[in-house]
């Protein structure tokens, strides 16, 4: 009996570890390709003051500007899981899925970039430097909403500032 009980639960793992790779499940799925439409307008996403990417093709069946909305909405819940588990804080990564690229933060797809979304003669050859670059971006913002959420490093710097308002205005007087 506890032979047969073991025996399932390998059967039911060596199962369960198949189930992503079926069709239908996001892991075994690649975007379809992006197909912009002639009168879509090019969005760009600004996180913090920051150009990061710009939208310019339909993905998915998302316009541009939906695009930049979900993106936005993607940020904000990862910077929401960045800044609320005791873990260490990790950087957005990039993942290339054929002709296009998936920026991950903290377990969250953020968007994609596509070929369609370079502009230019040879967008192609354009996309694995343009998401390097992109990815860069990111990286720098996401760096500072990080630090502007931590309410002890804003103290501190406080702290340095005053302490050294202090040492300069000691050594004038």
């Known amino acids: 009996m506890r032979w047969r009980h073991g025996m399932a639960s390998v059967l039911f793992l060596c199962l369960g570890s198949l189930v992503p790779l079926l069709p239908g499940t996001s892991v075994a799925q690649e975007p379809p390709a992006a197909v912009a439409p002639p009168d ?11 150009s990061i990417v710009t939208f310019r093709a ?14 936005r909405a993607s940020l904000k819940t990862a910077l929401d899981r960045a800044t609320a588990q005791g873990a260490p ?6 993942v290339p899925m054929g002709a296009a690229i998936r920026y991950e933060w903290h377990g969250v797809p953020l968007f ?6 370079k502009a230019g003669p040879r967008p192609e050859a354009d996309l694995e430097p343009a998401s390097l670059e992109v990815l860069s971006r990111l990286r720098v913002s996401a760096a500072e909403h990080l630090e502007a959420a931590d309410a002890g490093a804003l103290w501190r710097a406080v702290g340095r500032t005053v302490l050294a308002s202090a040492v300069a ?5």
């Open 89 to 94: 804080i990790q950087e957005p990564q990039r």
């Open 58 to 71: 339909t993905l998915l069946g998302d316009d541009p500007v939906e695009r930049d909305l979900l993106a």
């Open 40 to 50: 879509a307008d090019p969005v760009t996403l600004n996180w913090g003051n920051r």
């Open 112 to 117: 994609y970039l596509t070929v369609d979304d």
């Open 169 to 173: 205005l000691a050594l004038l007087w």
